[in-house]
């Protein structure tokens, strides 16, 4: 939700910033971390400080169904496995002696009640004022890593020696004497709605390999929202993977760590319900059944009309 400009009583140290996240069942949690000027808009901050710098983590729950409860754990576990942060749990245990902590939880000190109490406050206000930071160029130097990695792996040791290997190494460190010239559009690049559909598959990260005309382009999609297209190599390369009339597609499933290769046209014949591919039938199969449990969950908790979250920062 972004970096918290004022929480009165919240007591943040100089060089961290506190930033709030919701969980899936709405829940509340304030994260009181390393501040990095040169990553200021990555959520949580600079990765390598995530693992390294000390911080500290409120966690304030807001079901008593024990299903929920439980989704709602998981999810904070897994957004934050990695954190060297201290966990403070924000609520007591009915039924329970004072003082019980909830597994893989630290008992709170002085300074952290203080600041547990001034979120609860806020929350009970219906007021917390966060700002997301935001890069409009946040993904160039990604989309030139994802150029060499998925290069490489397609290509193998000829990719190295192409003028697009060169302008996406030069774009991982760019400078003001050079700068990457490696040709395409990034995700603000204004595809339109059936390119996003056709080049991505609902929950997936796509990323799609074709040959058009003296070169290959590659373009990544995430759930069918926003994808960016970039050049990948000469044309006159060939790979073992690619079929170059038919393209290539790798379909990443997160969730259930899960990949599906294959070419394009069967990709889309599925889509289009032409012909099913058991891969991905399996994959809309557990879509379905994710949708239906969705379904008996109790609604979230309503939250105070008036919680704010101002416009973005963009740089």
């Not at 966990?87 to 007591?92: D, K, L, N, S, Y």
């Not at 004072?98 to 206000?125: S, V």
């Not at 059944?289 to 008036?306: D, G, H, I, K």
Request: glycine fraction near 8%.
């Amino acid at each position: 939700m972004g970096i918290i400009q004022n929480m009165p009583g919240l007591a943040v140290p100089e060089g961290m910033a506190a930033e709030y996240w919701i969980g899936p069942s709405g829940e509340s949690i304030v994260w009181i971390r390393s501040d990095n000027d040169l990553m200021y808009w990555y959520s949580g901050g600079n990765p390598i400080d995530k693992k390294t710098k000390p911080s500290t983590l409120y966690y304030l729950p807001t079901t008593a169904d024990r299903l929920g409860f439980q989704m709602a754990m998981e999810a904070f576990n897994d957004a934050f496995k990695k954190a060297k942060a201290r966990r403070i749990f924000g609520a007591e245990f009915l039924d329970a002696p004072a003082g019980t902590l909830y597994p893989g939880f630290d008992a709170p000190t002085d300074a952290e009640r203080g600041n547990l109490e001034a979120i609860q406050q806020a929350i009970a206000n219906g007021l917390i004022d966060a700002q997301a930071r935001f890069n409009i160029r946040f993904e160039d130097r990604f989309i030139c890593k994802m150029v060499l990695g998925v290069g490489y792996s397609l290509f193998g040791e000829p990719f190295l020696d192409t003028k697009t290997a060169k302008q996406a190494r030069l774009g991982l460190w760019p400078s003001q004497a050079q700068t990457s010239q490696l040709r395409g559009a990034g995700s603000f690049g204004g595809a339109d709605a059936t390119f996003s559909s056709l080049s991505g598959y609902p929950g997936a990260v796509v990323i799609m390999v074709l040959r058009t005309g003296h070169h290959y382009a590659m373009s990544v999609n995430v759930d069918q929202k926003m994808p960016f297209t970039t050049e990948l190599a000469p044309g006159t390369l060939s790979s073992p993977h690619i079929n170059s009339d038919h393209g290539y597609a790798l379909l990443l499933f997160p969730q259930l760590r899960h990949p599906v290769e294959l070419e394009l046209p069967t990709m889309l014949a599925h889509k289009l319900g032409n012909q099913a591919h058991p891969d991905l039938a399996l994959v809309d199969v557990k879509a379905q059944q994710a949708e239906a449990f969705n379904a008996t969950l109790p609604p979230l908790p309503a939250r105070p009309p008036s919680t704010a979250a101002k416009s973005p920062t963009v740089s």
